[in-house]
């Protein structure tokens, strides 16, 4: 691993066990599918987004990928929910302010990405189970900064996981990735209006990997092919 990015020695050793523990968790409560496998890239840097119905969507990327990518997770959810604070922190999740600018937190993660590793984010930053929201500038900033790719990934179904089985089902969950593009230049127009059009863009990538019902603020953006 690189000399930039040092994870303590726990946090190496739970990672394969977790994402094998995970996996079969995921199998065993829903019926699980992915789509998309094929896009995803060799172990490189870029930034790993997606949405964000549950606090069950972010372990979906993290123990089904290839290979174990670093992430970025809500510092306030780490110290308020025991279990799942202790999950992320074990894993070696990067904390980040939900409000404000956590400048610690953007420094991490470039060096992240200027050390050569790939990144998950959530640009909304927060839980809506209702539906894609509006997000935070964070990952179009990163991604601008840092000059790295983009993989958008679309997540459905979490949010009904344990409601379904209380009601002797299995719910449909399912992870969509979608390819890897990067980020249009666009000089001439003011930095703050650039942020905004790419952090649009990188929302619009996410929510056409998603059936209607969970796009949210972003239901008509059209679900393209793989």
């Known amino acids: 691993m690189s000399t930039q990015i040092k994870h303590t020695l726990g946090v190496r050793l739970y990672r394969p066990p977790a994402r094998a523990f995970l996996r079969i968790l995921y199998r065993v409560l829903t019926h699980f599918r992915i789509h998309g496998q094929e896009n995803v890239p060799p172990h490189s840097a870029y930034l790993l987004t997606i949405n964000h119905l549950s606090y069950y969507d972010p372990p979906i990327p993290l123990c089904f990928w290839p290979y174990p990518p670093e992430a970025l997770g809500a510092e306030e959810t780490m110290a308020t929910r025991p279990i799942i604070g202790r999950i992320m922190r074990w894993y070696g999740t990067w904390p980040v302010l939900r409000d404000g600018d956590d400048r610690t937190a953007l420094r991490t993660?470039?060096?992240?990405?200027?050390?050569?590793?790939?990144?998950?984010?959530?640009?909304?930053?927060?839980?809506?189970?209702?539906?894609?929201?509006?997000?935070?500038?964070?990952?179009?900033?990163?991604?601008?900064?840092?000059?790295?790719?983009?993989?958008?990934?679309?997540?459905?179904?979490?949010?009904?996981?344990?409601?379904?089985?209380?009601?002797?089902?299995?719910?449909?969950?399912?992870?969509v990735i979608g390819k890897l593009y990067r980020l249009p230049d666009l000089e001439g127009i003011p930095r703050r209006d650039a942020l905004h059009q790419n952090t649009e863009l990188i929302m619009r990538r996410i929510a056409a990997l998603l059936p209607t019902h969970h796009r949210g603020n972003y239901r008509h953006t059209k679900r393209y092919p793989l």
């Open 109 to 175: 993660a470039l060096t992240i990405l200027r050390s050569g590793f790939p990144l998950l984010i959530a640009p909304e930053g927060t839980r809506h189970p209702e539906g894609m929201r509006d997000p935070h500038p964070g990952a179009a900033f990163l991604a601008m900064k840092a000059n790295v790719p983009l993989l958008p990934v679309g997540i459905s179904g979490t949010s009904g996981i344990f409601s379904s089985l209380r009601k002797g089902c299995k719910q449909n969950v399912e992870m």
